[in-house]
């Protein structure tokens, strides 16, 4: 990369806490690359008490745009001067630009997600969904489930009331929580076309975990999950067993991370190279 950088190129980023694991600077580097783009992607390890402070900073400097990951995708909405309707709905942005002078909040991760069910050939819209787990990543699908206009959301998840808040957010003919008892959610799942872990369940260092008992996997279920670390989750894998189709965490990692680059170059972002850098990075 570094013979690349010279005095016009633009600067986008990522600001985290901690950066290193991340997959986004050698997918997007990978990309600016390939697209010959004098652009560079750098990662930003930013502390929770230094956020205000470096997001002003960064932009000041002329950074053009940054991607927001853990632990600020919610404070970070308080540094910025308008946010997206849907990042808005969230209650979390993972991409900012900088657009005539102010600061513009986004979050790619529902069209990231949207567009891996497209790939995988499943159109949501009028789709009843069942969602597992009820934290931000789940908000992320939820909310992007209605605006691809899913017919019903059903959220479970071990904490009742987690579940019972994101339904409640949700529109009231849409959103309804599921219980996790087995009677319940054998009930849902056999209303359900789809099945969608959020929950953080079967992820590295836990692999081989399942978020729910393996005889509830139905095969009429298309299994997403969100979990992309181990692409091959033991829900996907158990899933295949099962006769479901499946579509792995990795897809929406792409699509969001493509969302945020048009975002901020104003093109598409060539996924089919996205994917075999993830292949390589997450081996
Ligand atoms: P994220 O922003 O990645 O969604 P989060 O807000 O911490 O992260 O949410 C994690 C989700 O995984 C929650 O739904 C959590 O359930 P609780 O609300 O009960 O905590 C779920 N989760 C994490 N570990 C779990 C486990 N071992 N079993 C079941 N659910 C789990």
Redesign the pocket.
Known sequence: MKERISGTTKIVGLLGWPVEHSFSPAMHNAVFEYLDMDYAYIPFPVPPTGLARAVRGLFQAGVKGVNVTVPHKVRVMDCLDEIDPYAQAVGAVNTVTLHQGRLQGYNTDGAGFIASLAEAGFNPTGKRFLLL??????RAAAFALVGAGADKVFIA???FN?AEALAGALPPNIGAAAGFFRDDLTKVIDACHCLVN????GMYPHAGAL?IPAELIKSHLIVADLVYNPVETELLIEARARGCRTVSGLGMLIYQGAASFKIWTGREAPVELMLQVLKKENR
Not at 133 to 138: I, K
Not at 198 to 201: D, G, L, M, N, P
């Open positions: 787990g009820a934290g931000g990543a789940a998840n071990r904490t987690r959020t929950t953080s369940v978020p």
